[in-house]
């Protein structure tokens, strides 16, 4: 589906509470959220069970306590209530009719008029749209090792979901489609992994599940520790710990994850081929746990789920 036909779908946005049309709902070009990247976002996904009619917003509350402490890295002033951001979003789903799987982007940012250091107002946009499943989610995807380094936590802090930080991937990702690669993998100053441009890194080893610590300049993903709780509650052995350039080349397995990629095999790095090339039995396995859980389809975490209908 592209682009076009997608944004031609959206009925209706909403922005400081209020449903409008998507061409309406405007930014002043001083406004600081634009000129000086004062803004934060959240990116969430509803999956739809069509068996039980419902469309499921998964971990809304993570992400909206997660968007509450980037608004408070960014020292905003005075923050929206997050509680009522959730609520909003579900009636901007409802609003459009959606009934198919579906991207919520959230945004807050410096609004108005202002200064490199001015905290408001603040403005907060929901644009909700149809968004089918990542395209490697079956296939795999190609990736290589970015020659650009990860921001580190004293310069512009990654586990700030900012839209400042995405500066940093989008030249590793830019780099990567350069190269046709499908994607990037990201090192740290230290010349460890940390992430990719929008996404977290596991890879497998001897059956044991690893990926680079909270302190490994990663956002702190949402999917990431989702998936860490479904290892523990299955049995698969885990570590969160520095992951090194060649431990991506040896690895059995290697896959992508976070809100937007879901779970996303990587089958070469650098054109090495990552085990047998193709999507690994634990990566399948997850997958598959992943996809049952997000759709309701199992009894698992009901807590996670929140229902649109």
């Not at 310069?155 to 990702?173: C, E, H, I, M, V």
């Not at 992430?195 to 680079?212: D, K, S």
């Amino acid at each position: 589906m592209v682009e076009d036909d997608i944004r031609a779908r959206i009925k209706t946005v909403t922005m400081n509470g209020r449903q409008m049309p998507y061409a309406q709902a405007t930014v002043p070009i001083m406004a600081p959220g634009l000129n000086y990247a004062a803004a934060v976002f959240e990116g969430i996904r509803a999956y739809w069970n069509a068996s039980a009619s419902q469309l499921y917003i998964f971990r809304l509350d993570e992400h909206l306590k997660r968007l509450a402490f980037s608004m408070r890295m960014l020292r905003f002033d005075p923050m929206p209530a997050v509680a009522e951001l959730g609520d909003q979003i579900v009636a901007d789903i409802r609003a459009n009719g959606y009934r198919e799987d579906t991207y919520i982007r959230l945004n807050a940012f410096v609004d108005e008029w202002g200064e490199m250091t001015t905290q408001g107002p603040v403005s907060t946009t929901i644009v909700t749209r149809p968004r089918p499943r990542a395209p490697g989610f079956t296939t795999g995807q190609n990736f290589c090792v970015s020659s650009w380094r990860r921001l580190s936590d004293n310069a512009s802090p990654p586990r700030s979901k900012s839209t400042a930080n995405y500066l940093n991937g989008r030249l590793a990702g830019l780099e990567a489609k350069t190269n046709n690669y499908h994607g990037a993998i990201i090192l740290t100053e230290r010349g460890t992994v940390a992430e990719g441009p929008g996404g977290c890194i596991f890879i497998v080893r001897g059956g044991r599940l690893i990926t680079p610590g909270v302190t490994s300049g990663i956002l702190e993903s949402v999917t990431r520790e989702t998936l860490l709780n479904l290892a523990l509650e299955d049995g698969i052995a885990s570590a969160e710990r520095d992951i090194d350039r060649t431990e991506l080349y040896i690895a059995d397995e290697v896959f992508y994850c976070g809100t937007g990629h879901e779970i996303t095999p990587i089958v070469s790095v650098d054109r090495m081929a990552v085990g047998a090339g193709t999507p690994g039995p634990l990566t399948r396995a997850l997958q598959k746990r992943y996809d049952d859980l997000v759709r309701g389809h199992s009894n698992a975490h009901g807590e996670w789920l929140r229902p649109v209908y």
